[in-house]
């Protein structure tokens, strides 16, 4: 590798050869949809905490005088309707993906701006994504931009870390014997299903199998894994992390942001 560092994890795994060994050094890394089909190492520098965090903080907040209210526009589009349900209206509040964080404290997604206080938020979608028969995610899904939409909050947010969360997966490592460690994971979207493509994304996020982890803060070791195989690392709220093939997950945190049950 290098000598003169990358600025991203991204920009690192794509650089990098196979059987490279790439150290991250402390700080919180905004990043998402990250892919590495090569084997490599990647580990946090010793002694140091790093994070790989799937929200932004959005620097476009504008005050609404008339509610009282902040919003920044132009926030990642969620898909709402991608849900295990074909129709996306059985699954009620547990449908949206969306989540905010205020001082690192997860906020509640409200379904209209009248009910935004100080401790939820709304997502406002003039052109949501939709499915091409209506209530019927079988049918297909009306591809729309990335982005487009408004976060509305209750709290002036100068003074305070508001956090939006803007990427469905963390990472996927394909590579034989491939090693990730010394992570936090945290503040990915739970979306259901990844059947939608987004234009934005090269690659599907479709995957055959998952392992369902609760509602709290988790820290794994496993072993290499001996046979080859898929394991997406997923909480309610997810973290997402793909591993397939001989991989080894080592002291990994990954933290869910659910303030919902699964149902």
Same mark, same amino acid.
């Given at each position: ?15 990098? @050869? ?34 790989? &965090? ?16 902040? /919003?920044?526009?132009?926030? =990642? ?10 129709? @996306? ?42 499915? /091409? ?13 990335? /982005?487009? %939409? ?10 305070? !870390? =508001? ?10 490592? %394909? ?17 259901? !299903? ?9 690659? &599907? ?18 072993? !290499? ?9 997923? &909480? ?19 933290? &869910? ?7």
């Amino acid at each position: 590798m290098e000598s003169r560092p990358y600025q991203t994890i991204g920009k690192a795994l794509k650089s990098a @050869p196979a059987g490279a060994d790439i150290t991250v050094e402390g700080g919180t890394y905004r990043e998402g949809e990250l892919w590495s089909t090569r084997t490599v190492n990647l580990h946090a520098k010793a002694g140091e905490k790093v994070v790989l &965090s799937g929200a932004e903080t959005p620097s476009n907040w504008a005050r609404d005088n008339r509610r009282g209210t902040y /919003r920044a526009d132009n926030q =990642v589009r969620h898909c709402d309707v991608c849900t295990t349900n074909a129709d @996306p209206r059985k699954e009620g509040m547990a449908a949206y993906p969306e989540q905010v964080y205020l001082d690192g404290k997860p906020l509640k997604q409200v379904l209209s701006l009248n009910e935004v206080d100080a401790n939820s938020f709304y997502v406002e979608d003039k052109d949501p994504i939709t499915t /091409r028969v209506p209530n019927n995610n079988t049918s297909g899904f009306n591809v729309k931009p990335h /982005r487009g %939409t408004s976060v509305h909050i209750g709290v002036n947010p100068s003074g305070h !870390s =508001v956090e939006v969360v803007s990427h469905s997966r963390a990472l996927t490592m %394909t590579g034989n014997n491939t090693e990730l460690s010394g992570f936090r994971i945290e503040k990915y979207a739970p979306l259901q !299903s990844w059947n939608y493509r987004d234009l934005r994304l090269t690659r &599907s996020l479709v995957v055959p199998w998952y392992l369902s982890l609760g509602r709290r803060t988790t820290s794994m070791t496993t072993p !290499s894994l001996s046979q080859p195989q898929h394991l997406l690392w997923r &909480s309610v709220h997810p973290t997402d992390l793909w591993l397939t093939t001989t991989s080894s997950l080592r002291t990994v945190e990954a933290v &869910s942001a659910s303030t919902e049950p699964v149902t």
